[in-house]
């Protein structure tokens, strides 16, 4: 398949879907932005796509909460075609407002007898956080970061803190290669221990990202499509930019899945 067919979910509030378009379109892929009223109406709409994107945002306003409602919708109306998709073997990306969708809805970390594995907290600072971070991809199992040491990318999230239900399953997502991005210190191999505000939200074991089982699912807090050319970078004009922006290869990545 030359040119996979890329499903950015819009809703009200969500405020990063035409940048996100673009960077799946930059990458070779073919965008179409669809509001989630039509997916309602027939979910199996879904089916048509190869790679389905959550894009960031502020879903209905975050009432209730960040990603709460769009949660709801996809829990209920839209699970089943979501599931039909990941088991075909298809791509799921949620950035931000949609990894925050993707963890309440169950997509990201199946539920167990007990409930949720780990949920997207209040920031540790208890205020919404702008800021670039540096970030380190741990492992090789996630298609989207495939070929990926480092990134630098913006956040802008107030609800963005890792936290796992208990220590034995932040050892059972680790062991497992599931928590692939992490917070990290500029020039640090690692993203172990990171203080704020490099860490900005204070997530445990400074998780910034992680993905399914499977490594086909990705959700993350940082804002890839917001750096996918060089002039998005905050000091491109002192020559700190590299030839494209570090975001890209997570859309390029994706698209070249499907070649």
Known sequence: MATPKVLIVRAPGTNCDVETAYAFERAGGRAERVHVNRLLEKPAAIDEYQIVCLPGGFSYGDDIAAGRIMAGQIRHHLRDALLRHREAGKLLLGICNGFQALMQSGLLLDDDQRGSMATLAGNASCKFEDRWVNLAVTGNKCVFLQGVERLYLPVAHAEGR?????????????????????????????????????????????????????????????????????????????????????????????VHYFR
């Open 162 to 254: 890792f936290v796992a239900r208990d220590e034995g399953v932040l050892k059972q997502l680790d062991s497992a290669g599931q928590l692939v991005l992490r917070y990290a210190s500029a020039g640090s191999s690692n993203g172990n221990g990171v203080p704020y505000p490099e860490n900005p939200n204070g997530s445990q074991a400074d998780v910034a990202g992680l993905c399914d089982s499977s490594g086909r699912v990705l959700g993350l807090m940082p804002h890839p499509e917001r750096h996918v050319e060089p002039t998005q970078h905050p000091r491109w004009t002192r020559g700190e930019a590299g030839e494209t922006g570090d975001g890209a290869r997570v859309f390029e990545n994706a």
